[in-house]
């Protein structure tokens, strides 16, 4: 491996064909660089669509009223069901999988006023269970607890585009009253979406109401929106879906069989079809990038093959002189390594060092397209990917050096 004349050899064969060894560099430069820029893309992607979901429990869900499709214990069909306090009570008591249940409360866009200033926000009544479904950042502050909704407290938790355009710069909102609807609730913390972009700036245009408070203020009796949920560790979303349904179902003389009557959304099933989704990505970019590879792998091959008929001669005169069959095997790989394994750490560099400008630009100057964030490259697959191209190269010289062993002295002594 350290022998210099082997080395000497090496560079005397790449400065003699110059053109011809940069061309077959370019192609497994090329196929590495393609394969981090692929990676590095999918990451991106993945990392954009992963800070939309940013902050939702994966194992949480949503379920709603809608019409009932199917008569039932006299009922008739098309119903709206309407949902009360006393069903979060049963579901407490009857549901086993249930972790952290949240009843909801919207009251939609309205215009909340601050002195002189005004705009329309969204308001919710929330329990501070709500904060396990959907987490967020508190930048000053608290969130809502059990004492607000106990006391019917008339508090208010923000979002931090609420603040912005309610109060000045710097100024602290905590201790303010805002009014809604001409009753006024004291800001007692502000927000941060942990989403990005434009889901961000929607999650910070609501305002959080105690649930208690929110019924009492607006006149919402004992009425409830919709339910928001979490699943206790080991316990599938589905399952704690259904038995939710079940209990509802019964309080309210719904047919067990009326698909029609509850809504819901799963959020570990979203989860897991994404991550579906990105396990098909990554798939799909190593064999698209290894295929790359195999193309630079196969150019070095077939330049190593001319190499050997170039020197036949020298390779018979070696042979007839007493050069073993590993001397030779060794000096024909070790070309094929070199060039793939310089030609390979050079593209994984440029690779690397172009995603990371694009990632720092996009950072520095917060080109935030909501969907594409942060291309990377895990160093540790870079690495396995140079591997791969190396032991592609080893490949690559070993049926030339093969062919150079097979060579005949007194052929070889003959050959132009």
């Known amino acids: 491996m350290f022998d210099y004349d082997k080395w000497q050899e090496i560079y005397n064969t790449i400065k003699k064909n110059k053109l011809r060894t940069l061309l077959t560099m370019f192609g497994v430069f090329w196929g590495i660089f393609m394969l981090l820029i692929l990676m590095g893309s999918g990451n991106g992607l993945e990392n954009g669509v992963s800070k939309q979901f940013e902050g939702w429990a994966s194992n949480g869900g949503f379920l709603w009223s809608e019409k009932t499709t199917m008569p039932y214990n006299g009922m008739q069909p098309g119903r709206y069901i309407r949902f009360r306090n006393e069903d979060r009570k049963a579901l407490l008591s009857k549901v086993e999988g249930l972790k952290y249940l949240a009843p909801r409360l919207n009251l939609g866009n309205n215009t909340v006023v601050w002195q002189d200033r005004s705009g329309s926000f969204r308001i919710n009544g929330d329990y501070p269970e709500y904060q396990h479904v959907q987490k967020v950042d508190m930048l000053t502050g608290r969130h809502l607890n059990h004492l607000d909704i106990k006391d019917y407290r008339k508090v208010a938790v923000i979002g931090n585009y609420v603040r912005n355009?309610?109060?000045?710069?710097?100024?602290?909102?905590?201790?303010?009253?805002?009014?809604?609807?001409?009753?006024?609730?004291?800001?007692?913390?502000?927000?941060?979406?942990?989403?990005?972009?434009?889901?961000?700036?929607?999650?910070?245009?609501?305002?959080?109401?105690?649930?208690?408070?929110?019924?009492?203020?607006?006149?919402?009796?004992?009425?409830?929106?919709?339910?928001?949920?979490?699943?206790?560790?080991?316990?599938?979303?589905?399952?704690?879906?259904?038995?939710?349904?079940?209990?509802?179902?019964?309080?309210?003389?719904?047919?067990?069989?009326?698909?029609?009557?509850?809504?819901?959304?799963?959020?570990?099933?979203?989860?897991?079809?994404?991550?579906?989704?990105?396990?098909?990505?990554?798939?799909?970019?190593?064999?698209?990038?290894?295929?790359?590879?195999?193309?630079?792998?196969?150019?070095?091959?077939?330049?190593?093959?001319?190499?050997?008929?170039?020197?036949?001669?020298?390779i018979g005169i070696r042979k007839s002189l007493g050069a073993t069959p590993a001397s030779i095997i060794g000096l024909i790989m070790q070309e094929s390594i070199f060039i793939t394994l310089i030609a390979g750490y050079m593209g994984l560099v440029t690779g690397v060092l172009v995603l990371s400008g694009i990632s720092y630009a996009m950072e520095e100057f917060n080109l935030d397209t909501g969907m594409f964030a942060s291309p990377s490259v895990n160093i540790q697959t870079a690495l396995v990917s140079l591997l791969i191209l190396v032991a592609g190269g080893a490949l690559a010289g070993l049926m030339p050096a093969t062919r150079a062993v097979r060579i005949n002295p007194i052929e070889a002594l003959h050959s132009e």
Request: glycine share 8%; no cysteine.
């Open 165 to 314: 355009v309610l109060f000045g710069p710097g100024e602290d909102p905590v201790g303010k009253y805002i009014r809604i609807n001409n009753i006024y609730f004291m800001v007692i913390g502000v927000f941060r979406s942990r989403r990005t972009a434009e889901q961000a700036e929607r999650d910070e245009q609501t305002i959080y109401l105690p649930f208690s408070t929110f019924q009492r203020a607006f006149n919402y009796g004992n009425r409830i929106s919709w339910f928001a949920f979490t699943a206790k560790p080991g316990v599938h979303v589905s399952d704690v879906e259904q038995d939710i349904k079940r209990v509802l179902s019964e309080r309210h003389n719904v047919h067990p069989d009326d698909k029609s009557a509850f809504g819901s959304a799963n959020l570990e099933e979203e989860f897991s079809r994404i991550n579906r989704l990105f396990d098909g990505i990554d798939i799909f970019v190593w064999i698209v990038g290894i295929g790359t590879l195999m193309a630079g792998v196969i150019s070095v091959s077939n330049i190593m093959l001319i190499i050997v008929k170039e020197r036949t001669k020298e």
